[in-house]
């Protein structure tokens, strides 16, 4: 039979498994993890819906983490969401690169995904992307969906 002190080892020992196993779990949601970046030169975008989206956010091309969000802020004078990034310099995008906010995984997270143009300009440190598409809001397609199926209705 195992005495008192022995239980007590291994309840501990099992409780800083869990605590560790949960710690590792919350970073990777909270993509505290594989920040594994160099230098970087920022990138600014500009959305009318950032939808969830969050600082420290993944900045994804064709799946590759290529930067992080570095600041959202909202301009008061043009009633726009500017998302500030920071991007890897071993990654170039040209001029007329496409900024979209998409969202991966059963948890909702978002992240902004670059697709490539084929313009010969590279952007530098500090420009602005002008093609952006914002966040799809689940709520404003449904109502748009229960506004049209009640026109529908009316009609016949």
Known sequence: MLNRSMIDLWVGFFL???????????????????????ETYPLEARFENIGGL??????????VLVGRISDIYYDTENYEAVVKMNIDQRYV??????AS????????????????GGDEQNFKAGDVIKKT???????????????????EDKKE
């Open 54 to 63: 969050k600082v420290r956010g993944a900045v994804k091309s064709s799946g």
């Open 101 to 116: 906010i998409y969202t991966a995984g059963l948890l909702g997270e978002q992240y902004i995904g670059l697709d490539v």
């Open 16 to 38: 800083a498994i869990a605590f560790a196993a949960i710690l590792f779990l919350a970073l990777k949601v909270g993509n505290f993890a594989n920040a594994q970046l160099g």
């Open 133 to 151: 598409q914002s966040a799809v809001v689940l709520e404003k397609l449904i109502s748009q969906f229960l506004f049209n199926k009640a026109t």
């Open 93 to 98: 995008f040209p001029k007329d690169t496409f």
